[in-house]
């Protein structure tokens, strides 16, 4: 099973999450993982991203991510929704310089 690091605390990841990484996600699995990634300057560059079961959850952190680094000019904010196989798909970014755009789900 993995381990991640939250806010100095090391939780286990449980509920499929490790299959989840592995790519060996079920029809039969009920999660549908939510994660936010904060970056600071453009992609490559390094990222925090944590991964919530509940979308309110992973919403109130990326509102909480734009209140506390959103006016900063080089820092990127994504809510991701993880697909069935296991793609990342933007549900909602968030940039200094266009606010926060919402992409259509399908």
Do not use: C, N
């Not at 592995?22 to 009920?30: E, I, K, M, Q």
């Amino acid at each position: 099973m993995s381990q991640r690091v939250v806010r100095g605390q090391t939780t286990k990841a449980v509920l499929g999450l490790a299959r989840l990484a592995a790519g060996r996600r079920t029809a039969h699995d009920p999660h549908v993982p939510f994660h936010v990634r904060l970056r600071f300057g453009p992609p490559p560059s390094p990222a925090i991203t944590g991964t919530w079961d509940s979308e309110a959850t992973a919403e109130r952190k990326f509102r909480g991510f734009i209140g506390r680094y959103g006016s900063r000019a080089d820092v990127r904010i994504e809510l991701l929704e993880e697909t069935a196989d296991g793609q990342l798909i933007v549900v909602r970014r968030w940039t200094k310089d266009h606010g926060e755009e919402t992409r259509p789900r399908s």
